[in-house]
T-cell receptor, first 114, second 111 residues
Framework: DARVTQTPRHKVTEMGQEVTMRCQPILGHNTVFWYRQTMMQGLELLAYFRNRAPLDDSGMPKDRFSAEMPDATLATLKIQPSEPRDSAVYFC????????????FGSGTRLTVV | RKEVEQDPGPFNVPEGATVAFNCTYSNSASQSFFWYRQDCRKEPKLLMSVYSSGNEDGRFTAQLNRASQYISLLIRDSKLSDSATYLCVGLNAGNNRKLIWGLGTSLAVNP
């Protein structure tokens, strides 16, 4: 089965450090999402790309977060500087816009900022 | 108020029971709906799409009621392996086509 690959799976870092999370979407998928999940807020959309162009990043704190798709096989999410409140699971998902809401998620990056 | 609301549960049911979850949505522009399943410490996975006419996949039946703005998921003959969180998701129409997620309903199926 085709998979969305996310790295790293786990990351523990100190407050103030830069964190970079990577995602390899399924080949041929033209839509990529970055989500953050916490117990209290559930799944929050951070950024959304179609054909590598950013469509919506209104859910992302712009002062510290940035998301890019340098090519069709790689999406990145960076946090600089990281803060303890950024501790969460970050998921990448990919799919075809024409397929509606059936998207495939990666296994997530569990981030802990101490 | 969240755009998609679910009873968080937990629902505790014995094996073999029938259990139903409801989900309500407030944005009438929501075009399509889906149920995702998320196991503990795992990623969400698409369970099924929801159509106005209702759709069934084995022991699972999903229904959309646009007039009342709610979506339901029925699980028959529940198995231990059905224990998970079930997420209700709406897809907004238009170019944006964002997914709007509920917080999920937790189900525990007990032996």
């Amino acid at each position: 089965d085709a998979r969305v690959t996310q790295t790293p799976r786990h990351k523990v870092t100190e407050m103030g450090q830069e964190v970079t999370m990577r995602c390899q979407p399924i080949l041929g998928h033209n839509t990529v999402f970055w989500y953050r999940q916490t117990m209290m807020q559930g799944l929050e959309l951070l950024a959304y790309f179609r054909n590598r162009a950013p469509l919506d990043d209104s859910g992302m704190p712009k002062d510290r977060f940035s998301a890019e798709m340098p090519d069709a096989t790689l999406a990145t999410l960076k946090i600089q500087p990281s803060e303890p409140r950024d501790s969460a699971v970050y998921f990448c998902a990919s799919g075809l816009a024409s397929a509606g809401g059936g998207y495939t998620f990666g296994s997530g990056t569990r981030l802990t900022v101490v | 108020r969240k755009e998609v609301e679910q009873d968080p549960g937990p629902f505790n049911v014995p094996e073999g029971a029938t259990v139903a979850f409801n989900c309500t949505y407030s944005n009438s522009a929501s075009q399509s709906f889906f149920w995702y399943r998320q196991d503990c410490r795992k990623e969400p996975k698409l369970l099924m799409s929801v159509y106005s006419s209702g759709n069934e996949d084995g022991r699972f039946t999903a229904q959309l009621n646009r007039a009342s703005q709610y979506i339901s998921l029925l699980i028959r003959d529940s198995k231990l392996s059905d224990s998970a969180t079930y997420l209700c998701v709406g897809l907004n129409a238009g170019n944006n086509r964002k997914l709007i997620w509920g917080l999920g309903t937790s189900l525990a199926v007990n032996p």
